[in-house]
């Protein structure tokens, strides 16, 4: 089933008297539940286009549809709610409260949120995600007490706290080295596996683009490639 749709979309940037082509018509279909990479040097759109799937920027033309929905219609609030009931953000530089511990760096999203889940069963699921990205010994330490892959692995429990069906990446990995940067992609694609979120990070390492079930490759605001490793994209080209 197809959950996030872009058709043809692009997005343009003025900068001073030029306008810069970030993304140039991009289409492409996403099914749910699957684990992909948007792959590409630096300047090819990754960021550009997870945002505009993210909900934090809007295409200057073409359409993207979340969840059958088309964005282009949606208010500001109700742009929000979308944003915080449906996305998770993962940052490549983590984006953590330093001062808040690891439970309280996970709790943060739904205090921002309406969710009405009972003080137990919060403390609960918070709880469970702690053990699912390996951090119980860490609960009550700072943030800025922990390591670069740690700090990670609270983004990816707290971008999981609303429970959302899509989680974006932005280059997740650009800060960690290698070997904890395989880790990290490795932890995200078993919470894929486990929990059938739809996860979607953005790289420029061959090696990580690998792991995805699902390669959306970009050079200069285009698609070069897209390919899944079983079965065909849904749509787009290539
Ligand atoms: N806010 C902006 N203003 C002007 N140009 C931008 C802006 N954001 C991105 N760009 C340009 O758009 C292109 C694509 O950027 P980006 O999506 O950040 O690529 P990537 O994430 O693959 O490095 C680049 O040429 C970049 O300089
Ligand atoms: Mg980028």
Known sequence: ????????????????????????????CIDKGDFISIAGPSGSGKSTI????????????GEV????????????????????DTIGFIFQSFNLVPVLNV???????????????????????????????????????????????QRQRVAIA????????????????????S???????????KINREMQTTFIFSTHDAKIVEIADHVIRLRDGLVTENYKKEGEPACGEN
Not at 3 to 26: R, S
Not at 127 to 148: A, M, T, Y
Not at 180 to 189: C, R
Request: no cysteine; hydrophobic share 40%; aromatic share 6%.
């Open 103 to 149: 439970y309280e760096n996970i709790e943060f999203p739904l205090l921002l949120g309406k969710e009405k889940m009972a003080k137990s069963e919060k403390r609960d699921w918070i709880d469970f995600l702690i053990k699912e990205v390996g951090l119980e010994q860490w609960r009550n330490h700072r943030s800025n007490e922990l390591s670069g892959g």
């Open 158 to 177: 707290r971008a999981l706290v609303a429970k959302p069906s899509i989680v974006l990446a932005d280059e997740p990995t650009a800060n960690l080295d």
């Open 1 to 28: 089933m197809t959950i996030i749709e872009l058709n043809d979309v692009k997005k343009t940037y003025p900068l001073g008297k030029v306008q810069v082509e970030a993304v140039k018509g991009v289409t492409f």
């Open 50 to 61: 997870l945002n505009m799937i993210g909900l934090i920027d809007t295409p200057t033309s």
């Open 65 to 84: 549809r979340i969840e059958g929905k088309p964005i282009s219609g949606l208010k500001d609030k109700q742009l929000t709610t979308l944003r915080h």
């Open 179 to 189: 070997a904890t940067g395989e880790q990290i992609i490795e932890l995200m694609k």
